[in-house]
């Protein structure tokens, strides 16, 4: 069964940093491309970003909202994915989702963060 | 960026009914499209994938449709567990892009 568990959200002040995990389980997490997608209180779907495996280089990509702020990263030893945020602003407060490549039959239960002095 | 336009943004309907909600791309996506139900609290669910590819466990009243830059998602004989809210994405290209949802309540 395919597992994603997101962590490391919370509350942090505008300005503030946090990092999110995605723990993955069940499936070959080396091979697979791990994209960041979040979601504010009642509102839409938005991508924030991607991580590709080691044959693709690891190539990364943004949405232009969060570029030179957010970092995404991966631990193929650890089958775990990365949301590094940094500079974070207001209206980056949102549930935080991981999902395993681009049409995503499989999503983590998502994490909350907050950006609020 | 290519934008993905859905309508409508909301939808009034009854057990029984047959719902058609439409997802327009802003340049040619192919048949990149794919469809997704979410429940509050809960992260998306894959419905639909290209090209119109149901998802294991999904009922057969879901069918999706389109190519190009006109897709549609039709729901025959709503059941209680459909209202929900529905979201198209193109992952045709980076960024992948969602509609804004459609909102499906019971009337």
């Known amino acids: 069964e395919v597992q994603l568990v997101e962590s490391g959200g919370g509350l942090v002040q505008p300005g503030g940093s946090l990092k999110l995990s995605c723990a993955a389980s069940?499936?070959?997490?080396?091979?697979?491309?791990m994209h960041w997608v979040r979601q504010a209180s009642g509102k839409g779907l938005e991508w924030i970003g991607r991580i590709r495996s080691r044959v693709n280089g690891y190539a990364t990509a943004y949405a232009a909202t969060v570029t030179g702020r957010f970092t995404i990263s991966r631990d193929d030893s650890k089958n775990t994915a990365y949301l590094q945020m940094n500079s974070l602003k207001t209206e980056d407060t949102a549930v935080y989702y991981c999902r395993r490549g681009v049409s995503g039959s499989d999503w983590g239960q998502g994490t909350l963060v907050t950006v609020s002095a | 960026d290519i934008q993905m336009t859905q309508s409508p943004s909301s939808l009034s309907a009854s057990v029984g009914d047959r719902v058609t909600i439409t997802c327009r791309a802003s340049q040619s996506i192919s048949n990149y499209l794919n469809w997704y139900q979410q429940k509050p609290g809960k992260a998306p669910n894959l419905l639909i994938s290209p090209p119109s590819n149901l998802q294991s466990g999904v009922p057969s009243r879901f069918n999706g449709s389109g190519s190009g830059t006109d897709f549609t998602l039709t729901i025959s004989d709503l059941q209680p567990e459909d209202f929900a809210t529905y979201y198209c994405?193109?992952?045709?290209?980076?960024?992948?892009?969602f509609g804004q949802g459609t909102k499906l309540e019971i009337k």
């Open positions: 994405q193109q992952s045709y290209t980076t960024p992948d892009t």
């Open positions: 069940g499936f070959t997490f080396s091979g697979s491309a």
